[in-house]
């Protein structure tokens, strides 16, 4: 995509920041001086934002709108470059005039928001401008003013995977080209949720930054193989040495994991909205959706494999879906027991749980091994034992449609609990005491512990060894990996 525009002698924010005569192309946006006054205008907001994005001291009011008009002179000089999110680029201005006019009050972006709808454009590498006031997960909860240029990843694979069996008409994967802050931390998506608005519209679409994912688990897996001295098969190795590849097996991951959410039997609203459960159904929910993705890829290697043992020849994008399909089963499993299982806090942490899950799971069916202070996998029994993990909790989903939520609760807690030992000190592990099996469900959830199951000491040790590493994945860029 090459759409430029014409942008002389526009004025973007302080005076210093000044758009020269040569063209802005979509391509190269993050080295324009609009984008660049328009970042540093949303990141000098930031500072005069309050955690639910107000700006509360009338002081602050003539720099904020200051910045507002710097931001909409940006916006303009860059819609030009986005045409296909015209509608949106737009809307923008009129919701921060809103804002200021307001008097800075709690940010209402829902008219913009609406208007923005980048599902309709996955085309591989379309770009966009996207500014919002909104939280980043696993970045920053407060409501500020961010501000990113992002890049569409769409293979023609995953093109022909969604238009058949996997569809999912909601699921974006992204590139992050530049941000602002908010994104220069562990956050690796772009939900419409996390905007502030004043109610909440229905919801047509989310993004994932692959590159981010991609990046990230290239280079804790490449620490952690070496340092566990594990032997990677060529397919594994190749994900580490090509961020490109790794960003398309992720797009292939995610793209199942997100449409598994709404699919199978749910005894429960997958998502969870608005509920106060036990941390470790979010572990079991996440860990279904990703074993899914994992035993889909399973099935579609084994598929095209027969084909081509058959003698039958695939076309190009059937090859780069069977060699995907494999590189999937890969990352699931490495990403899992490696980055999932010692990255973040031991409060409540469920993608924690389900990575030490997975690793105790195999471990006990000596699929993977921990001998002479070596790590080994079986590469011949691992695939049909990380499917028989997905089918245990698939059961358990299934049983559950049957059950009362607390009694799906303590069923979910003996699934974990039979393959990852819980903390000492649990009243779950103990039993739970009669009036509280007898009162509501938040007694359950009041009883669970912040660190209800702690990490192996293999996990503890790892994680010791690998603590620099993992914190030097924050804010890391496909490009830096």
């Known amino acids: 995509m090459s759409t430029s525009v014409s942008t002389a002698g ?17 391509s190269t946006i993050e080295f324009s001086t609009a984008w660049l006054g328009l970042k540093a205008a949303a990141t000098r907001l930031q500072a005069r934002q309050a955690r639910d994005g107000s700006v509360p001291d009338p002081a602050d009011h003539p720099a904020a709108r200051a910045e507002v008009d710097a931001i909409v002179a940006s916006v303009a000089a860059l819609a030009p470059a986005f045409p296909h999110d015209a509608a949106y680029l737009a809307a923008l201005p009129g919701d921060f005039a809103r804002w200021a006019d307001d008097g800075f009050g709690v940010p209402d972006f829902l008219d913009s928001l609406v208007a923005f709808a980048p599902q309709c454009h996955r085309i591989d590498g379309t770009r966009h401008l996207v500014v919002f006031p909104m939280t980043t997960q696993n970045g920053s909860s407060a409501r500020h003013v961010e501000a ?107 793209l199942i994991h997100d449409r598994t959410h709404m699919r199978g039997d749910l005894p429960f609203d997958p998502f969870m909205i608005k509920q106060r459960m036990p941390f470790f159904l979010y572990a079991l929910e996440e860990l279904r959706c990703d074993l899914t993705a994992f035993r889909e890829s399973v099935a579609i290697q084994r598929r095209l494999d027969a084909r081509v043992a058959a003698g039958e020849a695939l076309t190009p994008i059937e090859e780069q879906t069977r060699r995907h399909a494999a590189l999937v089963q890969h990352a699931v499993l490495l990403d899992r027991i490696f980055r999932f299982a010692i990255t973040g806090s031991r409060v409540r942490n469920y993608d924690g ?129």
Request: charged letters at 25%.
């Open 10 to 26: 526009a004025i973007v924010g302080e005076p210093e920041v000044v758009e020269d005569a040569s063209t802005v192309e979509a």
């Open 353 to 481: 749980l389900g990575g030490q899950l997975l690793f105790a799971w195999l471990h006990r069916r000596h699929v993977l091994e921990w001998c002479d202070v070596e790590l080994s996998i079986d590469e011949s029994r691992v695939a049909d034992a990380v499917v028989e993990l997905g089918d245990a909790i698939d059961a358990l989903y299934w049983e559950s449609i049957d059950r009362p939520k607390t009694v799906h609760w303590l069923k979910a807690y003996e699934l974990v609990a039979s393959v990852v030992t819980p903390n000492p000190a649990s009243v779950w592990a103990t039993g739970l005491p009669r009036e509280v099996l007898a009162g509501p469900p938040r007694g359950y959830t009041d009883l669970v512990m912040d660190d209800e199951f702690p990490l192996s000491m293999f996990f503890e040790a790892l994680e010791r060894k690998m603590r620099t590493v993992i914190a030097s994945t924050a804010g890391i860029r496909g490009s830096a990996a």
């Open 148 to 254: 990113l240029v992002v890049e569409t990843i769409w293979p023609e694979f995953i093109a022909e995977l969604e238009a058949g069996d996997y569809g999912n008409r909601l699921f974006l994967s992204l590139r992050l080209i530049d941000f602002t802050p908010g994104y220069d931390t562990n956050s690796a998506v772009l939900f419409p949720e996390t905007v502030s608005v004043r109610e909440v519209p229905a919801f047509t679409w989310g993004a994932i930054f692959q590159d981010r994912e991609a990046a990230r688990y290239r280079r804790v897996v490449a620490a952690a193989a070496s340092t566990t001295k594990l032997t990677l098969s060529d397919d594994a190795a190749s994900l580490l040495a090509d961020q490109d590849l790794a960003e398309k097996t992720f797009v292939m991951w995610d």
